[in-house]
């Protein structure tokens, strides 16, 4: 299969699924007839939408080139797209046009200095820099104290670099660090499942999917289910070997590292008086030793 039926089919999975989440009841309609599947029927998206049913049949086909931006929020309000959704339709829109057919921009850019000494300021949270494909690119000594059993993994790679997609699905241990496995999983997913829709055109990021849905069957599972995720921001508790669990809010915010890739600054920190802020605090504790030299002559250059 190539590219383009790749995309196309991408395109009317996706489609269809937020088509079958939705009630004829959640869309004000009438439910008096038998239905052999769930959800909406087409033609009642295309109702909705104000489109013929023809128009959008062909559209939840993969034909989405040349599809106007207000048709497509017609749609994405027919289907009750979140936010997220809404901006992967978009994207997928983007990605079928012509003009768009291009190398993806270089990924793997160099994170600056001043980053490196914006993460080392901060002391009593743990702050990483990752890109769209959930590689740490960067990160202070209480994150790497924080997600140790991470970056003593196989999920790190000839560079020193951690990923989160290939340590939650490929890393038994992952069970333990992570209490909420499951959600932290479908999170993994869906943020992977947005970067897709960004970059449909990145070699490395689709080597990467297609690694985890060869040896993780959760993956597989997971990835078909078509979930997208933007933002990330909530609790995260996790099971750390030297302090124990650990209950933490973090929060996500976008990075302007460089023009040519997607990057994320991501904080984690315990609520004031809180058990898991007296343990965070031993961990900042034992994560604060000095660099070794070789590290710290690059930070300075």
């Known amino acids: 299969m190539n590219e383009r039926s790749d995309h196309r089919t991408e395109i009317r999975d996706f489609l269809a699924g937020r088509r079958a989440k939705i009630t004829p009841e959640q869309a004000g309609l009438p439910t008096s007839t038998r239905r052999r599947v769930p959800g909406l029927r ?21 034909h989405i080139s040349g599809v106007s931006e207000d048709v497509l929020a017609a749609v ?40 490196h000494w914006l993460l080392d300021s901060v002391t009593m949270s743990a702050a990483f820099v990752r890109d769209g494909r959930l590689d740490v690119v960067a990160a202070n000594p209480l994150a790497r104290a924080l997600h140790a059993p991470m970056f003593d993994s196989l999920a790190v790679d000839e560079r020193g670099r951690a990923n989160f997609a290939r340590y939650h699905f490929l890393d038994s241990g992952s069970r333990d660090f992570f209490v909420d496995w499951d959600s932290g999983a ?8 947005a970067e897709a829709g960004r970059e449909p055109h ?18 597989r599972t997971l990835w078909a289910a078509h979930d997208v995720r933007i933002r990330h921001e909530g609790v995260k508790r996790l099971r750390h070997p030297e302090v124990g669990l650990l209950e933490l809010t973090y929060q996500s915010l976008d990075l302007p590292v460089s023009h040519r890739a997607v990057h994320d600054l991501s904080l984690y920190t315990a609520e004031p008086g809180s058990t898991s802020e007296e343990r965070l605090k031993i961990l900042a504790s034992l994560a604060a030793t000095p660099l070794p030299a070789a590290e710290a002559d690059d930070r300075l250059r």
């Open 42 to 62: 087409r033609e009642e998206v295309a109702v909705l939408a104000g489109v013929s049913t023809e128009w959008y049949t062909r559209l939840e086909k993969g």
């Open 76 to 115: 994405a309000g027919a289907l009750q797209l979140d936010e997220d959704e809404r901006t992967y339709l978009f994207d997928l829109a983007r990605a079928a046009r012509p003009a768009r057919r291009t190398p993806s921009r270089r990924k793997d850019v160099e994170v600056p200095a001043r980053i």
């Open 186 to 193: 479908a999170a993994t997913v869906a943020l992977l499942r």
């Open 202 to 219: 990145d070699r490395a990021l689709r080597e990467l999917i297609g690694e985890l849905s060869t040896l993780s069957p959760d993956f």
